[in-house]
């Protein structure tokens, strides 16, 4: 029997391990936006999280002995709770998260979605226009030739589910759906995996809806809701171990492959897929590996597919085959060393199990014995953690906004199945600690949940009402003032076909004589900086760029000139 000590290793740990991330984080300086994260909400939230570990630790030993249901949840409760999920989900979409999107990254699904929904996979750009490209999207759109086109860099899986859910009736359904899918297939997975321990279903489950990253993501049109749906219905499908479910786990992967990165799915399953090869089942891995290499060799050769669409040729730094996909895409990014990386993923840890269950941590690190055992399973989840986490490091540690650490949402049905296996391993060593320890943590996290919401509708509105401010001004085309520091940038947001009024420009991608141009062609408004404190926009922003009082003074004596107002 393991001792008392032995048995409260994993809270005391995880509590060392949290308690460890949030002081050195706080003598961090930056200016990056992880950092207004941490300040607004992760500090706190790690702070609650260690003290949580740490009494369960000290506490959940001498409380009566509790029990979790001796058998798992069926059907009928589970679909009653994917049903509630997602009109929950859909409310918070518009009364948390206000319904927007906050990222380029949200905005591009959109901006997608709108061009494929005129029948074509890019816009094109009138040739008056194309000059000011840069300026109109500044961002995260595909480099082509004489910007004779828009559309986004990414996949087009996402918008195009996107456009469906649309023109169903809303686009902000779409996630909480997926969400809600996501968390029946995690379900039918752990009653399989756990079948000899009903209680673990019950923790993955609860990990599942306990997860304020999951449920805040579902608010949002980020694809990583979708990454994290398609990756747990694989892993149903591909635990079912059929002919048939194999098949269709390889349909899944394909297009989870073409929601928006190519890269997320294949690091999330590559390593259990490689769990058949322990096996000896070298036909089934065979015919895994053409399918996945098939797939991703299509997918990379999807921009030069678009490109043909619009009879252009890829600017420099774009992709039309598959070579110039690996050299223009991957290869810059295995060549850029970051040395800021380490500290990005100390911050990305502490976001992540901020923003999941208090549980999840200790049952993660009590899961090591299944792994050390090498059962597959564990292994090769655990090998989809590690593969995605050097991947990450080596290629972009820096998420810029998220709530939580979305690069790992797509390796979170790998995480929670990894929890069911902790705690089946703790349960046996100390049932009363472990279930109590479970119990009391799940109840801490549903008050942290309740800051991290309000956390994020706080982190939103601002930005919201900046847009809003940005709609309401009476001139054909806005100029905003985008110089860093902070995030204007991502408040230049215009529709494919240029069809909004006002038309909004980044000052930062104009020069005096486009400036001009525009003068000529409409009225012109030119959003400052110092305006922004008409909004609780940031706090990172500074008083502006002196460089531009001259242009502002150009643009005041001039017809074209309109005042902006609040």
Not at 244 to 254: F, K, N, Q, T
Request: a positive charge; proline letters at 5%.
């Amino acid at each position: 029997m393991p001792t008392s000590s032995q048995s409260r290793g994993p809270l005391l740990l995880g509590a060392g391990v949290i308690a460890y991330l949030v002081i050195v984080l706080a003598f961090l300086s930056d200016k990056l936006v992880t950092r207004q994260y941490y300040l607004r909400q992760d500090a706190v939230g790690g702070i609650v999280l260690a003290a949580a570990l740490l009494a369960a630790a000290l506490l959940g030993a001498r409380g009566p002995r509790r029990s979790l249901p001796l058998s798992p949840p069926g059907w009928l409760p589970v679909l009653l709770l994917a049903c509630l999920l997602v009109l929950a989900l859909w409310g918070g979409t518009y009364w948390i998260m206000f319904d927007y999107p906050l990222t380029r990254d949200e905005l591009m699904v959109g901006f997608d979605a709108e061009i494929f929904g005129s029948g074509k996979l890019a816009q094109p750009l009138a040739e008056q226009w194309r000059a000011f490209r840069p300026a109109l999207a500044p961002d995260f759109l595909m480099p082509i030739e004489g910007n004779v086109a828009l559309v986004s860099n990414y996949m087009p899986g996402n918008a195009l589910m996107r456009l469906g859910m649309e023109r169903l009736g809303d686009a902000a359904l779409l996630n909480p759906l997926l969400a809600a899918v996501g968390l029946v297939a995690i379900w039918d997975t752990a009653r399989r995996l756990f079948a000899d321990c009903a209680p673990a279903v019950w923790v993955v489950v609860a990990g599942y809806v306990l997860s304020a990253q999951i449920l805040t993501n579902a608010m949002t049109s980020y694809a990583m809701t979708g990454h994290l749906a398609f990756n747990a219905v694989w892993l149903a499908l591909f635990v079912r171990d059929k002919w048939w479910s194999h098949a269709l786990a390889m349909a899944v992967g394909l297009w989870a492959m073409g929601l928006h990165q190519v890269v997320f799915h294949p690091l999330a399953v590559g390593a259990i897929i490689l769990t058949l090869l322990a096996q000896g089942r070298w036909r089934l891995f065979a015919v895994y590996a053409v399918v996945y290499a098939a797939g991703l060799a299509g997918w990379m050769l999807y921009p030069g597919y678009v490109l043909g669409t619009v009879g252009a040729e890829a600017a420099a730094g774009g992709s039309k085959g598959l070579g110039d996909f690996i050299v223009q895409r991957v290869v810059p990014l295995l060549a850029a060393f970051n040395p800021y990386s380490l500290p990005l993923m100390m911050y990305n840890i502490l976001r992540f199990f901020v923003w999941n269950a208090a549980f999840c941590l200790p049952l993660l690190l009590c899961s090591v014995s299944a792994v050390l055992r090498h059962e597959l399973l564990p292994l090769g989840l655990a090998g989809s953690l590690l593969v995605t986490t050097l991947a990450v490091v080596a290629l972009m540690a820096y998420q810029g906004h998220g709530w939580g650490y979305r690069y790992w949402q797509a390796v979170l049905p790998a995480i929670l199945l990894l929890t069911g296996y902790g705690f089946r391993e703790w349960l046996g060593r100390d049932h009363r600690l472990a279930t109590n320890a479970v119990l009391g943590l799940g109840i801490v996290t549903l008050a942290v949940m309740s800051f991290l919401f309000l956390a994020a509708h706080r982190f939103v509105a601002p930005y919201d009402a900046l847009t809003r401010l940005i709609d309401r001004q009476q001139a054909e085309f806005v100029i905003l003032e985008t110089d860093p520091p902070g995030t204007a940038i991502d408040q230049v947001r215009n529709r494919a076909d240029l069809s909004n009024r006002p038309l909004i420009f980044a000052s930062t991608e104009l020069d005096p004589a486009q400036v001009r141009e525009l003068c000529r062609r409409g009225s012109v408004t030119f959003v400052r900086k110092r305006q922004f404190a008409l909004v609780p926009f940031g706090i990172s922003l500074v008083d502006g760029t002196r460089a531009y009082d001259s242009v502002e003074r150009w643009l005041e004596g001039r017809p074209c000139w309109r005042a902006p107002v609040s």
